[in-house]
């Protein structure tokens, strides 16, 4: 899986760190996020989504290429964290599919990894037929 980088706030900087060298996530096949998203097939989410950005967001996974996947990565992503108002939206979900929920405020660079490891099992369990 090639990620591409979509770091809004702080979930950000724990995400290079889990790219970063202590961590790694090379040892897993992902060398470099892609800043296109035609070359990547995995979007990591991470921070708060401003209503403003949600458009943005949304045709971004609508260029990368089938199959694809989302991590929604941190409280904020995932379910509008501390911010209950109306300029943040109240999970990534309601933009984008999500298939994988990485909790905390920020998660670690472990429980991405771990996120990460779920979404690998994951696929390894689909079809090429269900990416049609």
């Given at each position: 899986?090639?990620?591409?980088?979509?770091?809004?706030a702080c979930c950000a900087i724990e995400m290079m760190g889990a790219q970063a060298s202590?961590?790694?996530?090379?040892?897993?096949g992902m060398e470099l996020m892609r800043a296109s998203p035609r070359q990547s097939d995995?979007?990591?989410?991470?921070?708060r989504v401003a209503r403003k950005m949600g458009p943005v967001l949304?045709?971004?996974?609508?260029?990368?290429?089938?199959?694809?996947?989302?991590?929604?990565?941190?409280?904020?992503?995932?379910?509008g964290g501390i911010f209950n108002n109306y300029a943040i939206v109240q999970g990534?979900?309601?933009?984008?599919?999500v298939d994988v929920y990485v909790a905390g405020c920020p998660p670690r660079p472990e429980q991405l990894i771990d996120g990460i490891m779920t979404l690998h099992e994951k696929v390894k369990g689909e079809k090429i037929a269900d990416w049609a």
């Open positions: 899986m090639w990620p591409m980088l979509f770091g809004l202590h961590y790694d996530m090379s040892r897993f995995l979007m990591i989410v991470a921070g949304r045709q971004l996974y609508d260029q990368m290429p089938d199959p694809k996947w989302v991590i929604a990565m941190g409280d904020c992503a995932s379910c990534v979900d309601e933009i984008v599919p």
